[in-house]
């Protein structure tokens, strides 16, 4: 079946800690994103990437990196200089940017200890 | 800034009645809208969408109102059943030079009492 992995599905992270999520698609979708989930927020965009080798900015990009290196998969580095990084973090692909049609992971809850 | 919201946080349904969940949107150059629907400590789902050439879509149990007079979405679950609690959370979309520029709200949390 074709989805979106997201690993590990519970993680935690002491300060000063980077941690990184997994996110894995065999969907053969080129485009794909994090999000970020906060009680009483709708989901906020931290990187997306069109295309294998290309990232961009999101809206709440700071003190998070990302990388695509190959079209299957994109993994978000929360870093030490996020200074709030307790959220649920969801990944998401779609066949193109141009293209609505999002899936989304199972998210990865990220708790600070 | 532009922005989604909706009007209750938490909605109670008595199982087999009726739910109706709205959305307030605020961008009227929003040209395409998704429900989707998120179970505890899971992704999201798409449910349905709508494009703002069309005021109604019907789904299984699910039918979608757009209303662009006021800017105002709503999502109708028919004979609401135990497994549609979850929160439901609207999506907006804009055609920002090729690319889709999506917006989500915060969503509303559907319990359903048995």
């Known amino acids: 079946d074709g989805g979106i992995t997201q690993s590990p599905k519970y993680l935690f992270r002491k300060e000063g800690q980077n941690v990184t999520l997994s996110c894995e698609q065999n969907?053969?979708?080129?485009?794909m994103y994090w999000y970020r989930q906060d009680p009483g927020q709708g989901l906020r965009l931290i990187y997306y990437s069109q295309i294998v080798n290309d990232f961009q900015k999101g809206d709440i990009a700071e003190g998070y990196s990302v990388s695509r290196e190959k079209k299957e998969s994109f993994p978000l580095t929360v870093t030490s200089a996020q200074k709030n990084p307790t959220a649920f973090y969801l990944c998401a692909s779609s066949i193109d940017r141009a293209n609505y049609g999002y899936t989304f992971g199972s998210g990865t809850r990220l708790t600070v200890v | 800034g532009e922005s989604v919201g909706l009007h209750l946080p938490t909605l109670s349904v008595q199982e087999g009645d009726n739910s109706i969940i709205n959305c307030a949107y605020s961008n009227s150059a929003s040209d395409y809208f998704i429900w989707y629907k998120q179970e505890s400590g899971k992704g999201p789902q798409f449910i349905i969408d709508i494009r703002s050439n069309m005021d109604k879509r019907q789904g299984q149990r699910v039918t979608v109102l757009l209303n662009k007079t006021v800017k105002h979405l709503s999502l109708q679950i028919a004979a609401t059943q135990p497994g549609d609690s979850a929160v439901y959370f609207c999506?907006?979309?804009?055609?920002?030079?090729?690319?889709?520029?999506?917006?989500f709200g915060t969503g509303t949390k559907l319990q359903v009492i048995p």
């Open positions: 969907l053969n979708h080129d485009a």
């Open positions: 999506a907006e979309n804009i055609d920002s030079g090729g690319y889709q520029k999506v917006t």
